[in-house]
């Protein structure tokens, strides 16, 4: 009994071995690409640069390796980190497996404001794009709020409808727009909406480093009253938790986060419902654990996923969310037909 | 001083009203059964007694502590409930579902502490719950599932324990189980028990004392023998039933009479 008790000591142990995936998954990134600069090439001139104090590698190599893989890095693992936090508040506020980070609107919401961006030539502006695609996205989950509020409380199944009907509206929208752009226009729009990694750069690194630290640093603090509602709303207040107020503040800090990924790096799917489920079946369901367990690993496979897009064929470069699909979806059935959920 | 002072309550969802002047106290230590009809108020009383509803009249206090305006963390403190059977879509083990009941007592980012283990061995030893600590919820049987949330209530070292109908979903043996567990922790360690239930008899077998409501009022207060009569059922219930001496201890014992 004593191995089963969630302790600070397993959370650390667990995180620890999450982040040594997560280095080497950057690791393996970043020495992969279609430049062909050879890993042994890249550790000489590290190592070489230790000692003498300058890195022993040509200029085009270093911003190859530094100014273009590794923000591109980075940015992955911060998308993969956020869908995936915000996976875990999602199923367990609504208490539904196949909730998402995108089931209450936020998407549609943005690939509205984006696309508007892009037909309106926002993307010529420093932040254009991902600033009215943000914008998008709150407005989205505030009209969604006033939908699904009832008699002050947030109602799931109200909430999950309201998200259905926004999501949907909006699909409507971002159709009209794709019929009627040009097809310069149609293939950022694409691109936009299948989610792409290739903008990062360090200023945007920054900003969205810390929005998620703060929606994660928030989530954090409500993960055993996550627990409690997951066990039932009303068995969450007759354990003491105030569950109206924590149910606000958890939608807006994971709405926030997901917000975040969207605005920058467009629609990646899969991932926010895939990586819960997988950690949730590894690790169990108790969110202390759950929750930075999630982070890290969602933040290790969107590095993986990016990757592959970057190399899978040579000379073009494939929306990321293709591949977290293609991969997620058949493992996911996996999961389905050989665990219990 | 009564442990439970339930004064003057009213309460009624819209224009329906749902409970009519409630007044009636529960001393320590006693094992207070509530019968009555569907719709008659059980489960609206165990509701406003927790503080999650809250009266429009009248009020309620445990300990002389009044609940209304309370936060729920200290009355999770003061009171347990054991519910129905729950479902849960995704599966806490049993070990988890018993450090729930710890939750009151823990501030936001606090872990449970050595002393809270061993609260929580105590509470599932005391309910023969030990053995299933690392089995999932829903890979248990309901009597196993219902003894668990007994163990949570226990761990929550509440001062008054409410069952809301905990056996509904009971087959005979485990309800008997049930209500003689928690028979023994109401005699053995002095916890004072509140029980909402449809089984007349197990009311009658089991409490000190019992109310019969009917549509929101207490219609009779008191020991099983004043309350279960063939009289008080049939005004309460609308139903002919046969009352008379169970042979084993003398208490009221209802019967069915089939038209």
């Known amino acids: 009994m004593e191995k089963s008790f969630i302790t600070p000591s397993r959370i650390a142990r667990?995180?620890?071995?999450?982040?040594?995936?997560?280095?080497?998954?950057?690791?393996?990134?970043i020495l992969t690409g279609t430049a062909g600069i050879g890993a042994a090439r890249v550790f000489r001139g590290i190592v070489t640069g230790w000692r003498e104090g300058h890195l022993a590698l040509d200029p085009s190599e270093r911003t190859i390796l530094f100014s273009i893989r590794l923000p591109r890095i980075i940015f992955a693992g911060i998308v993969g980190a956020a869908l995936?936090?915000?996976?875990?508040?999602?199923?367990?506020?609504?208490?539904?497996?196949l909730a998402d980070p995108y089931i209450l609107g936020v998407s549609g919401g943005s690939a509205v404001g984006a696309i508007i961006g892009i037909l309106l030539g926002a993307g010529a502006v420093p932040f254009g794009i991902p600033a009215l695609a943000f914008l998008g996205a709150v407005l989205t989950v505030?009209?969604?709020?006033?939908?699904?509020?009832?008699?002050?409380?947030?109602?799931?199944?109200?909430?999950?409808?309201?998200?259905?009907?926004?999501?949907?509206?909006?699909s409507a929208v971002i159709m009209f727009f794709i019929s009627t752009s040009s097809s310069a226009d149609l293939h950022t729009i694409t691109f936009w909406l299948m989610g792409d990694m290739s903008l990062a750069d360090g200023n945007?690194?920054?900003?969205?480093?810390?929005?998620?630290?703060?929606?994660?640093?928030?989530?954090?603090?409500?993960?055993?009253?996550?627990?409690?509602?997951?066990?039932g709303e009303e068995t969450a207040m007759q354990l003491g938790v105030d569950v109206k107020s924590t149910k606000i503040i958890l939608f807006f800090a994971a709405s926030l986060i997901t917000a975040v990924a969207v605005a920058f790096a467009g629609m990646i799917g899969f991932v926010g419902l895939v990586i819960p489920h997988m950690m949730r079946m590894a690790l169990g369901t108790d969110h202390r654990l759950l929750i930075p367990a999630s982070f890290l690993f969602g933040a290790s496979f969107m590095v993986l996923a990016d990757t592959v897009a970057r190399v899978v064929f040579s000379g073009m470069e494939l929306p990321v969310g293709v591949i977290t699909a293609l991969c997620g979806a058949p493992y996911f059935v996996y999961l389905l037909r050989t665990r219990r959920m | 001083m009564p442990i439970v002072k339930v004064t003057d309550v009213d309460f009624r969802y819209k224009d329906i009203w749902a409970l009519?002047?409630?007044?009636?106290?529960?001393?320590?230590g006693e094992f207070l059964g509530v019968i009555g009809p569907n719709g008659s108020g059980k489960t609206t009383l165990i509701r406003v007694i927790d503080g999650i509803l809250a009266p429009d009249k009248g009020g309620v206090s445990i300990g002389g502590k009044a609940i209304r305006g309370m936060r729920r963390r200290d009355v999770a403190r003061l009171i347990a409930v054991v519910p129905q059977d729950s479902t849960m879509i995704f599966s806490f083990r049993a070990l988890e579902i018993v450090l729930m009941g710890r939750s009151p007592h823990l501030g936001m980012l606090r872990f449970e502490g050595e002393s809270d283990r061993e609260i929580v061995r105590r509470a599932m030893e005391m309910t023969d719950t030990s053995s299933l600590a690392d089995r999932s919820m829903d890979s248990l049987s309901g009597g196993e599932r219902q003894r668990v949330l007994i163990a949570r209530a226990l761990a929550q070292e509440p001062?008054?324990?409410?069952?809301?109908?905990?056996?509904?979903?009971?087959?005979?043996?485990?309800?008997v189980e049930f209500f003689g567990l928690m028979k023994r922790l109401n005699r053995e360690r002095g916890l004072t028990v509140i029980a909402v239930t449809h089984d007349i008899?197990?009311?009658?077998?089991?409490?000190?004392?019992?109310?019969?409501?009917?549509?929101?009022?207490?219609?009779?207060?008191?020991?099983?023998?004043?309350?279960?009569?063939?009289?008080?059922?049939?005004e309460v219930y609308e139903t002919d039933v046969l009352v008379d001496a169970n042979p084993l201890n003398g208490l009221p014992r209802i019967t069915v009479v089939a038209s």
Do not use: W
């Open chain 1, 14 to 29: 667990v995180s620890a071995l999450l982040v040594i995936l997560l280095v080497i998954a950057g690791v393996v990134s």
């Open chain 2, 20 to 28: 009519r002047d409630i007044s009636f106290d529960v001393r320590r």
């Open chain 2, 159 to 175: 001062e008054v324990v409410l069952l809301d109908e905990p056996t509904a979903f009971l087959d005979i043996k485990h309800q």
């Open chain 1, 142 to 170: 505030a009209l969604v709020f006033v939908i699904g509020s009832r008699e002050g409380g947030l109602d799931s199944n109200t909430l999950l409808l309201a998200g259905v009907i926004v999501n949907a509206f909006f």
């Open chain 2, 201 to 234: 008899n197990l009311a009658a077998a089991y409490c000190d004392r019992v109310m019969l409501l009917k549509e929101g009022r207490i219609h009779t207060l008191g020991v099983p023998g004043e309350v279960v009569t063939e009289t008080n059922i049939r």
């Open chain 1, 204 to 231: 945007k690194i920054v900003l969205m480093t810390l929005l998620l630290a703060v929606g994660s640093g928030v989530v954090y603090c409500y993960a055993r009253p996550l627990n409690l509602i997951v066990a």
């Open chain 1, 84 to 97: 995936s936090t915000a996976g875990v508040v999602f199923q367990a506020l609504l208490r539904n497996p």
